[in-house]
């Protein structure tokens, strides 16, 4: 709530968000957009996971995007993530969930501790933060969080690569993040 | 649950199954608007000052209930890929994307308009050379999705789907049709506000925000749950688009205005601090 303490004012108030409703599905999600590498590419690996709800049931309409240095660590600065060439990694993905609440990003392993995340889905207010860390990855951010809380921000390592499960409410909540200036 | 209901499918052979589905459903198909109202009148009591996003925590929009963290997110200093945003450039989208009255080989019927406006951070900075993107229903209410069954009509001249660049001050600009306003299964004859969703990018990661945009003066304000879920009345009055006579254009279309501010970038966020 840096924004109501007075001295670090933005000059204009933002734009509430909205939920993303239930008829995103043909609009946002496009042909290669959770194949940041072609799945043949010797570097790729899968990102997968489900998003479930407070009751534990999958939510087969929400929305992932992903945002990733690459192999070098690197933050990508080319253009062409909706029309894939094939070739240039852009370091962005967008995923559905399908009808089992199961999304599935075509990736490389970054060069850094983290993939950033962001969350959507019908139900849900406004859009969510979060960390996808590698398995043995450790920030002070990470660090800082309660040990039953960190490990909802750690991927596990599978046999296709990562698998990283996102639940929007109760136990096993995922840790959420909010960045300074937002409220 | 929140598909949209169907109150004259008297003559459609699947009736019995969506009845059925509606007794089914949980008390949300027998609340009331009169309950929904009370209850967003008694949140929109406990605000105590300014909130500038809607509540996560929002259970006139019954969907919400399984669906907000119930722990207090934690804040982070944005590092690395969250200090900047994906680029987008006119490889990824065409020019023509901007227009959706000219998607298909006959005119789409309704009210022809346009809107533009600019996106800039919180310190007014434009966001130029960003993707937005949108979605709507056509000018009967009518989703072009699967999922969407309102028995209004469906345009075969419009998807209601339209993708653009930011120019280099920020502007972005559509020409499409007025949507209707569209029932839904969120409670008993509840109607979502004439509304066009966009998305939109900042130039860092942090400012990823999906919204919607709404027409001036809509009766279906006070009534709905997803627009009432920003409680601050200063807050979702930011959502409603400006009628604008400069930006209509003779013999064509009307013209609306909608200005969209992101959340301040924190590159120049420390500088200032
Ligand atoms: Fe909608």
Redesign the interface.
Known sequence: MIGASGTNHPVSRPTPGQTIGPFYGYALPYEGGPDLVPKGHPDAIRLHGVVLDGAGAPVPDALLEIWQADRTGDVPRKAGSLHRDGHTFTGWGRASTNNVGEYSFTTVMPGAPFIAMTVFARGLMNRLFTRVYLPGAADPFLLSLPPDRRETLVAEKDAGGLRFDVTLQGDRETVFITYPGHS | M??KSRTHTAVRPNVVVVTEAVRASSDAAATTQAEIGAEIAAIAATRT????????D?AP?R?????????S??????????L??????????DPLEADLTIQHLGEPIGERIVVTGRV?????KPVANQ?V???Q?NSAGR???Q??QHPAPLDPNF???GRCLTGPDGTYRFTTIKPGPYPWRNHVNAWRPAHI?F?LFGSE??Q?????MYFPGDPLFGLDP?YQ??VDP???D??VATYDHDVTLPEVATGYRWD?????G?RT?SE??
Do not use: N
């Not at chain 2, 990823?208 to 919607?212: G, K, P, S, Y």
């Open positions: 929140e598909q000052g300014e909130e500038t996003q809607p509540r996560l929002y929009y969907s919400s209930i399984l669906r907000h963290p119930t722990k997110p934690y804040q982070a200093d944005p590092e690395a890929v969250e900047f945003a994906p680029v987008f450039g006119p490889q990824d989208v800039t951070d919180g310190d007014g993707l993107e949108i979605w229903a989703y072009l999705h999922r969407d998807t209601g789907v969703h998305s990661f942090t990823r925000m999906v919204t919607q997803i879920s920003i200063a807050a979702r930011r959502l969209i501010v992101l959340t301040g924190h966020w200032s601090a």
